[in-house]
Every structure is written in C-alpha cells, then in structure tokens.
C-alpha cells in the first residue's frame, strides 16, 4: 500500500513540474511574441525607394538557429528625448551566453531586442538611405546623437530566457506561399525581396515563432545532453501572426 502511495505522489509531482515547466516556457515567449508582432505591425518604411524598413537573415547561434530581425518601428516604447510613438530601429536575435553579466561562463541561450532613439534612428538609419540595416547600421553604429544604441546581444537587451530557435516567415502576395525561415527577406520603398528576387505586390501577413525550452531542459542542455535531445523532451513552440500587411 505504502509503495502504491509513493508511485501516486510522485506521480502528480511529476505532473506538476511538467505543469510549471509548461507554464513558464508558455509566459517567457508569449510576452516576447506579443513584443514582436507589434513591432512589425508599427513598421516604417523610408521614404527614400533604396532605404530599408526590415530585414530578415538567417543565423546559427552553436546549436540554437533564428532569423535576426532588424526594422524601422513606431515602438510603443517611450523614448524619454521624442514624443511616444516616433520611429526607432529595432533588432531581435538570439545568442548562447550568460544573460545577467553577458559572458560565456555558464551560457544559456536567450532571445534579445535593441532598440535605438528615435534621434540615432532618424540620423542614421533613415535620412541617410540606410540600404540594409545591418550591415550599415547595427554592425557599425555610429556614436551620435547620443545615447548610442547598445549592441544586438547586450546583456541589458534580454527580453526572454531559453530560446532556442525564432523564426519568422512571410505569406506572399503573389503565390500565397510562406517564405522559408532561412530566406533572406528585405523590405523598402521599391518593394519585398526574397533571396534577391523581387515579389510582386509584397507579403499579405508575417508570422513569429519562438521554440522555448524549460528551465529542466535548460539544465539538462548545460550538463551535457543534445539539444535535439533537449528540444525533443523540453521544447515547445509557440507562434503568432501579425494582422494584414
């Protein structure tokens, strides 16, 4: 009797930790989905036909892999030198390291978002025709106006623990087709392009996806498992999609 007891206590304890685990990875990307989603639904694009308003390219961080996402947004931040609501370059993208103190000892994978003042973004990623956004702008920030944004993956930019793949696509116009995750997608004034190709009429929607791995999985991730191990056992994806284009 007593060893049916113990089997059906550690029963529901394992219940419950799944339960936790689930909640936590559930609350972690749904706050940085609903962040994302906003962003791009409030993306600008330059009047200028060669300046970029987004950009999406693909990256491998060790094992962990996502777009980085670079745009032009009225972000709902509140830019304590601009009214609310002025446009601000923005970039997401994941990186393995320390969250709290950014270093490699005891790395953990995470997903982070920089955003720039409203002044840096204006002189430098908008009068200036910025032509991609991360090789002219985010890979080489200028120091003025200050305050200088900090880089993609500082420490002080994370927004969200254990992700381990962001994705995101778009549904294009002309085929109805999803673009793929690992495709290069640009955005301006002259249109959408897709690996170097131009679509007609651009995309009708975007959608986001964030693959979490709980705190167990994260543990187990650092002891030594595979993360295809990891992401089998202690993963889940969470997606959202943005409203029209």
């Known amino acids: 009797m007593s060893v049916l007891l113990l089997s059906m206590v550690q029963y529901f304890i394992d219940g419950y930790r ?4 689930s909640m936590s990875r559930q609350g972690d990307s749904s706050f940085a989905l609903d962040q994302i989603v906003q962003d791009i639904e409030n993306r600008v694009i330059p009047n200028s036909p060669n300046a970029e308003g987004l950009r999406a390219t693909w990256t491998n961080v060790d094992q962990g892999k996502g777009v980085w996402l670079t745009l032009l947004s009225t972000a709902t931040d509140r830019d304590p030198n601009m009214n609310n609501g002025a446009t601000r370059a923005i970039s997401y993208r994941i990186d393995k390291k320390n969250p709290i103190d950014g270093s490699v000892n005891q790395p953990a994978y995470a997903l982070y978002r920089s955003i720039a003042s409203a002044k840096h973004t204006f002189e430098n990623a908008m009068s200036t025709n910025v032509s991609n956004l991360q090789s002219d702008y ?3 920030l200028p120091a003025a106006p200050a305050p200088t944004p900090t880089q993609p993956t500082d420490k002080d930019n994370f927004i969200a623990p254990n992700i381990v793949e962001f994705q995101v696509r778009f549904l ?12 290069t997608v640009s955005i ?4 959408a ?3 170097g190709v ?4 651009g995309f009708k929607r975007a959608e986001v996806s964030l693959m979490t791995i709980s705190p167990e ?3 187990k991730l650092a002891a030594g498992m595979s993360i295809q191990e990891v992401i089998t056992r202690y993963s889940q994806t969470s997606v959202r999609q943005t409203a029209a284009f």
Request: proline content about 6%.
């Open 172 to 183: 294009r116009a002309d085929n109805g087709k999803w673009t793929q995750p690992e495709s």
């Open 138 to 140: 985010w890979n080489n």
């Open 198 to 201: 131009a679509i007609p009429g």
């Open 18 to 21: 799944r339960t936790q685990n």
């Open 188 to 191: 301006s004034r002259n249109g």
């Open 217 to 219: 999985g994260a543990t």
């Open 193 to 195: 392009i897709v690996d």
